[in-house]
């Protein structure tokens, strides 16, 4: 080449080619000269540590190859994708790879012609590859075939006898959209797996939710593994339409669903290595008690545990109707009344505006502390777009290179690199927030200004995506009440400790649901409960997440304190992607392929 300066693509080449080298060779001295020296990281999707962790610092990196790196020999790394370049001399790209288990992919980003951050993903276990593109089930059976059986009839022979004459390998608690993307991935891998839903029907946990629920998310963000959603679907689909759609997603994936069945109790049996879970059943007017004994049980219930409803002086005198959200169906039922909502983030929110729609006397919301208030235009535009760098809009969207992307950056660095993001929000939407300020409603960009994403990440709430109601607040239809504590619910009214009394025929506390661990404890046992802890939250010792600081999602995706459980939730893109990841974990193991899990040392 010359004096000729490198592209981007080709200095990513060069590195990997060296990085390759390197890893063959087992020179770890030699891979470490390759990373940055003040600043660098190594996220771990299985590859490297079947683990789901990020190594923050040279050593940890350093420390985690001496470990690993002549059991796992990786090699064969080479570019895949868009090769993407940003400010401050920061390129990156998808890269492909393998090692002496798996097929592996990645994300790499270079500062300076060194490793920033690199993230190395587990993506097929090598000869139990999903049977999916030339790996697809042909079908129908060609020739001649006394006693043939057609798909339909092995299919019900495959239901009548899982669960029955032949244990499941893997139990999966919840058919939303976790559950349902984990069974797909299982099914592509030939995993027996059952899952059960107390609903009468998949996506029953969605159509049950308050009747103007919608997706807050835009379409390209939430598509399910293996089936995209048409190109005429909505930008932001209604609970419904996502509860239809989670509903037909697994007839079409096969999957084998026991509806109208609660999951009562589990135990472990260390010696046996498998689980005693006993099943409620109904069906019709009958009710019976089905016992299953899976290697693995999967928690897929859901981003909460049970709803967190306050109690208040006097709650008992109260004459009209109090509900927590969960329970709140529809505001037709509530048209001329005067209703007052706990709460200010997205169900409160919700809510509020559906009230307002039908027809409710007078509405007001109930503001404890600050809510962080993104538009959706400003959250596609802004945050969702940039990623989409080259695709489609609605079509050939390639959500495999979407998740690569956005897992690479380390959860770490995502506060400074939202930072200015949202900085420049707060200038656009200056007038909004004044407005809502003046109307008595207190916003903030979160504690850190990091914005909409860190809040997820690390409480899973304290946000509104704005789709109208702000609106209604800033101009007072919906008044705020903010600061203020309860002094007593009376027979139709709320009296606030500022001497305002409020009167009310429905109370509505959307004030949020406990941890996820609160399932285990349900189902399990309290003991149980204590040895996985938290599951959701950084560590980042910030409102909601409390420390310390672990550097990837508490206890979700990953092996837990408690043997052959998982938790799997989320929202609809983390599940998808990190349904792969929990799906070869389980595959690996059904299949007898050791698993040694590596944790950094504390």
Known sequence: MGSEELSAGQKITSWLSEFDTALQNEDVDQVMKLFGDQECFWKDLLAFTWNVDTFESRDEILQMLEENLATVKPRGWEINGHVFEKPGSLIGSAFEFETSLAWGRGFVWLRGGKCWTILTSMWDLKGHEEKIARSRPFGATI??????????????????????????????????????????RLRMLGVPTIIVERNERAGDNWRNRYKSLALHTPFFTDHFPYLQFPSNWPVLASKDKVGDWIECYTKLMDLNLWCSTECKSASYNEKEGSWEVVLEKKSGSEVFEVVLHPSQLVLACGMGGYPETPSFPGNENFEGVQIHSSQYKQGEDWTGKKCIV????????????????????????????????????DLIETLLEPHLEGAEYDTNFDSDAYDLKTASLPFKVLPRVQIPVYAGIAKKEADLYDRLLKAGFKTFLGEDESGILLMVLRRGGGYYIDVGASELIANGEVKVKNGVTVEAIKEKSVVFDDGIEVSADLIIYATGFGNMKDFIEMVISKEAAEKVGLCWGLGSDTKGDPGPWVGELKNMYKPLAVPALWVASGGFSQCRFYSRHVAIQLKARMEGIPTPVYTRSK
Do not use: N
């Open 143 to 184: 020739g001649q075939v006394k006693g043939r059986k057609t798909w339909y009839q092995q299919k019900q022979q495959e239901q009548q006898d899982v669960g029955r004459s032949k244990q499941p390998y893997c139990l999966i608690v919840g058919a939303g959209h976790a559950g349902a993307m984990l069974g797909a």
């Open 342 to 377: 706990f709460g200010a983030c997205t169900s409160a929110h919700d809510i509020c505006l559906d009230l307002w729609e039908q027809g409710a006397s007078e509405i007001t919301l109930v503001q404890k502390s600050q809510t962080h208030i993104v538009t959706i235009s």
